[in-house]
Antibody, heavy 124, light 107 residues
Framework: EVQLVESGGGLVHPGGSLRLSCAAS????????MNWVRQAPGRGLKWVST????????FYVDSVKGRFTVSRDNSKNTLYLQMNSLRAEDTAVYYC??????????????????WGQGTMVTVS | EIMMTQSPATLSVSPGERATLSCRAS??????LAWYQQKPGQAPRLLIY???TRATGIPARFSGSGSGTEFTLTISSLQSEDSAVYYC?????????FGQGTRVEIK
């Protein structure tokens, strides 16, 4: 089955750290750009970070730069998000998401076509 | 940062009627625009990518149009299961940005 399963969320004090994991199955994980998206309680979706298929390129929203680090282990089909210096405003459900990648006759899209169920991070 | 503005905030539509959702980008995103549906307690689901291509398994009553800065998601004949929040997202430039969402209610 094609799926993403997040884990590692929980309750942490301000200034603390947490590492999220996203286990991928049912597709060739190493071929795809991967993302983290978060959603604060009752709020909308916010993109957090992206990592290239090989892991060599990473991108972050300004509010987490210098505090969060995205990484991947393609041998384990797993995506990670290391979150340090956590703040109350980081409280959210964190989703991992896969991009479409190449489709049709060579067209490429980075829309998010597969999402995990989310893991809740509470900073309090 | 590209701002994505969705309207209206809430849309109340009778079953079988048409629902039209708008998304405006603060600068051109070409056709790098996706629409997602999110129901309570669930992860988002991709509906439309490339501004107008339906994702796998998405019913034909969902359609997308537009390019540049103005985009539309149309639900041609609203079903009860379409009650959800709908988000647009640009993936043309960094940072990726989402609209604030449109809540579709069944009248």
């Amino acid at each position: 089955e094609v799926q993403l399963v997040e884990s590692g969320g929980g309750l942490v004090h301000p200034g603390g750290s947490l590492r999220l994991s996203c286990a991928a199955s049912g597709f060739t994980f190493s071929n795809y750009v991967m993302n983290w998206v978060r959603q604060a309680p009752g709020r909308g979706l916010k993109w957090v970070s992206t990592i290239s298929s090989g892991g060599g390129n990473t991108f972050y929203v300004d509010s987490v730069k210098g505090r969060f680090t995205v990484s991947r282990d393609n041998s384990k089909n797993t995506l990670y998000l290391q979150m340090n210096s956590l703040r109350a405003e980081d409280t959210a459900v964190y989703y991992c998401a896969k991009v479409i990648g190449y489709y049709g006759s060579g067209t490429y899209s980075e829309a998010f076509d597969l999402w995990g169920q989310g893991t809740m991070v509470t900073v309090s | 940062e590209i701002m994505m503005t969705q309207s209206p905030a809430t849309l109340s539509v009778s079953p079988g009627e048409r629902a039209t959702l708008s998304c405006r980008a603060s600068q051109s995103v070409s056709s790098s625009l996706a629409w997602y549906q999110q129901k309570p307690g669930q992860a988002p689901r991709l509906l439309i990518y490339g501004a107008s291509t339906r994702a796998t398994g998405i019913p034909a009553r969902f359609s997308g149009s537009g390019s540049g800065t103005e985009f539309t998601l149309t639900i041609s004949s609203l079903q009860s299961e379409d009650s959800a929040v709908y988000y647009c997202q640009q993936h043309n430039v960094w940072p990726r940005t989402f609209g604030q969402g449109t809540r579709v209610e069944i009248k």
